[in-house]
Structure formats: C-alpha cells, structure tokens
C-alpha cells in the first residue's frame, strides 16, 4: 500500500525578476500563501490574524485558492532602488478571505550616531522609509462609503507587473488555474474580501464584478461545479488557484 499523499504548494504573486526555482513570497516583490496556512511575504513568514481559526487558512486538495491584488500609484514612494507602490493583496481559501496578520507595534526609533530620528546619509545601503502607514503593517482599501478590506502590502517596483505564481513542492499534484470571469468559482464579493463599488478584473482582463454588482448567479446544478468534481476524481491530488485583481 502506498503511503498517503501530502500536497504541498505555495500560490500567490510575483514580478518577471524572482527565478523560477525560487519559493514565490521568498523573493523581494512576492508573496505566497502555503498549504499550511502561513503566509511567505517578500521573505518574511507570518500567520494570519490570530482571530482566524489557522485551519481555515490551510488547504490541500480539493481547494480553491484566490488572490486579490491592488496596485496603487498614488502610494509610490522614493528608495534606493527606485520607485516602489503598494500591492495590497488578499488572500481567500474555498470561499473564505483569509485576514492578514495584525501590525506589529510601533518600534522606538533608535538614537543612533546620527541621532533620533535623523536622515541617513547617501551612500549608505539602506531602504529609505515608506510614507506614514506604509511600513509592512495591515492596510485596508475601499472607495468612500465602502466597508474597508484588510490586506497585506506589499512593495513592488513601479515599472514591474505582478503575476500570478505557484511553487510546487509535491510531487503527483496538479494544479488548475482559472484566469477569467466563467471559470472562477466565486460568486459573491465576500468570498474574495473585494470591497464594494470596486471594479474586480480577472487575469485575462475579463470582468468578474463591476461596479453595481455585489453577487452573481449561482451555477446551474450539474454545470461549473460538476466540471470542477470531475477533475478531481481524476487525480489523486488537485489544487485550483483562482487568480483576480482589481
């Protein structure tokens, strides 16, 4: 008798610069989020918030797993390295958004040769600081009169494209992805933490919601969904990641 299978994948984003050997979310610009329910951030792991039951950020197979992002030009800021905006990005597994971690407390600035609080001089190899609300910590997005989103940001170079990625780490696992708006299993705004009055785009740049549109019909019985059933009979192990962004 074989012994049981383990699926092990990590889905999420990241720009052309991360290789293709790399753990997505273990490279700066990335973001992944692992069958164990941890989320991998530009190389940084966390947990999701401590109010979410941690089996309810997990998932194996049978799951559906999407990712919705949010790229935002008017949070650009200065670095050393260029122009970076803020990806926020929201995680949701079989239908449920999966809340990020909390902010870390606010750290002392440190009274260093420089002084408290004092620039760092050019030519030293550091980031410079992001704008006020921007330092790795929850944020939440929504068009005025929305009901805020939780997300986790993420510091992309402003030239760069997010893509949707995957890191397989078990073998025998197949994965199907759903890239436009008639074969993503979502139907309803709630299940993928958009905000209301938000235009959500698919991969492929079909629309999933528009802005007056909250839920959309359920699947006729024996359509989408009996599709979806028979291709995971067909493996032993199959894990759909349902991409979007907004």
């Not at 984003?13 to 979310?25: D, F």
């Not at 909390?102 to 980031?127: F, S």
């Not at 997005?141 to 893509?163: D, I, K």
Request: hydrophobic content about 30%; charged content about 20%; some cysteine.
């Amino acid at each position: 008798t074989p012994p049981p299978h383990h699926t092990s994948v990590s889905i999420g984003l990241s720009t052309l610069e991360m290789p293709l050997n790399t753990l997505v979310g273990a490279w700066k610009g990335s973001v992944g989020l692992c069958t164990t329910g941890q989320i991998l951030s530009a190389g940084q792991w966390c947990s999701p918030s401590a109010s979410l039951d941690p089996r309810l950020s997990s998932y194996g197979s049978g799951s559906t797993v999407g990712c919705l992002v949010r790229l935002d030009d008017d949070t650009a800021f200065e670095t050393w390295d260029g122009v970076m905006v803020t990806a926020a990005v929201a995680f949701n597994v079989d239908g449920r958004p999966v809340a990020p971690p909390p902010p870390p407390p606010p750290a002392a600035e440190p009274a260093g040769e420089y002084g408290r609080g004092a620039a760092i001089p050019a030519g030293n190899d550091a980031t410079m600081p992001p704008p006020q609300g921007q330092n790795g910590s929850e944020h939440s997005y929504g068009g005025s009169g929305s009901t805020a989103v939780s997300t986790l940001p993420l510091f992309v170079p402003r030239e760069e494209e997010l893509f949707p990625t995957l890191t397989l780490h078990s073998p025998r696992t197949n994965v199907t992805c759903r890239f436009c708006a008639d074969d993503v299993l979502a139907r309803s705004r709630a299940e993928i933490g958009a905000p209301p009055g938000a235009t959500v785009f698919c991969v492929d740049g079909s629309v999933l919601f528009d802005e007056d549109t909250d839920e959309l019909p359920s699947y006729p019985a024996g359509d989408a969904l009996d599709d979806q059933e028979e291709t995971d009979v067909s493996d032993d192990d199959d894990d759909d990641d349902d991409s979007l962004g907004s």
